[in-house]
């Protein structure tokens, strides 16, 4: 039984799935001859992340694919719906990776309140000639203790988000269409834990009362966040969006952003992926990253794991 992991496996999720007697192909093969390399090499179970598109034409094209996964959480790179329709099991692994990409969401909001993304790019040009401009140009930062997060999706990763947030000190709001109440259980080292119970508000109230905000939503067909929903927010509010592009107008972010209404912003996705915007890449108030919300190792190995678990027991 052949397994195409096209997007990559952790190693012990490779190693899993081979003690069990599957045959792991972890290789990279472009959209345009994944057809071609599933028929080939009679492959029953492809293994994605975000990159790889496993559309309605894949999945006719490909009669011996029996079981299509996806590394993460959100699937609008596959045909879920007509996948299934077709006879297909479709698996994901939604917890895996949410602690990851919560970790990351606070380094852009460490970053965004403390201008480390522009410092890091200013230092190695003027730290040795300017040291005391820059010195005075990054002086004004502000603290998260004590500050409201605003939470837009209260998912796993939403929830993981909350929980960092709690840690710290902050406030936090959430709204989410489908949760009304929710309690987060913060854990700590020793095992002793504390609770909060949330209720979701309205996102207008959101938008008014956050200091920071946070998207954890799929893939939608309009912006979540655009011109108007700008207009609604504090004045220096700082966004993240570790989710989806597209669920945030980058065109509206910059110019709220040149008028000051947003103090920063932190882009792990982007609308135009995998070519970003020139204007997004060069803004000294953006801190970026390459969509890289799960690339830890130890969500990897959840990943691969979990990934594994569920192939083996549909195949049992």
């Known amino acids: 039984m052949k397994i195409l992991a096209n997007d990559g496996i952790s190693k012990s999720g490779k190693e899993t799935l081979e003690n069990a ?36 034409e894949v999945i006719d094209a490909c009669p011996t694919l029996k079981i299509i996964g996806r590394g993460g959480v959100g699937m609008d790179n596959i045909d879920v719906d007509y996948a299934k329709s077709k006879g297909l099991h479709v698996i994901n692994t939604p917890e895996a990776s949410s602690s990851s990409v919560a970790e990351l969401v606070f ?12 410092a890091n790019r200013n230092m190695p040009l003027e730290g040795d000639s300017n040291f005391k401009k820059l010195k005075n ?25 909350a929980r960092i947030a709690l840690g710290i000190g902050m406030k936090v709001i959430f709204t ?27 996102l207008e109230n959101l938008l008014k009362t956050a200091d920071f905000i946070s998207l954890h939503v799929p893939a939608q067909k309009s912006y979540i966040i655009g011109k108007r929903e700008f207009a609604l927010m504090k004045d220096g509010v700082g966004i993240v969006n570790a989710a989806r592009g597209g669920i945030l107008d980058e065109v509206a972010l910059v110019d709220a952003l040149e008028s000051g209404k947003v103090a920063f912003a932190g882009l792990d996705v982007y609308e135009s992926e995998p070519i970003p915007e020139l204007r997004i890449l060069m803004h000294p108030d953006i801190s970026l990253s390459p969509h890289i919300g799960a690339a830890t190792e130890e969500a990897q190995d959840r990943i691969g794991l979990d990934l594994a678990s569920q192939i083996i027991d549909l195949y049992k």
């Open 21 to 56: 007697g599957f045959e792991v192909l972890a290789v990279n093969v472009a959209q345009e001859q994944l057809v071609t390399y599933i028929n080939q090499n009679k492959v029953s179970v492809l293994l994605v992340r975000s990159s790889t598109k496993v559309t309605k």
């Open 137 to 161: 140009a990054y002086a004004k930062g502000i603290e998260l203790r004590g500050k409201t997060l605003g939470i837009i999706g209260f998912g796993r990763i939403g929830v993981a988000t």
């Open 107 to 118: 380094a852009h909001l460490f970053s965004g309140v403390r201008f480390l993304h522009d």
């Open 176 to 202: 989410d269409p489908f949760l009304d109440e929710a309690t987060v259980t913060v854990p700590f080292f020793d095992n002793r834990s504390i609770s909060f119970d949330l209720s979701s508000t309205p």
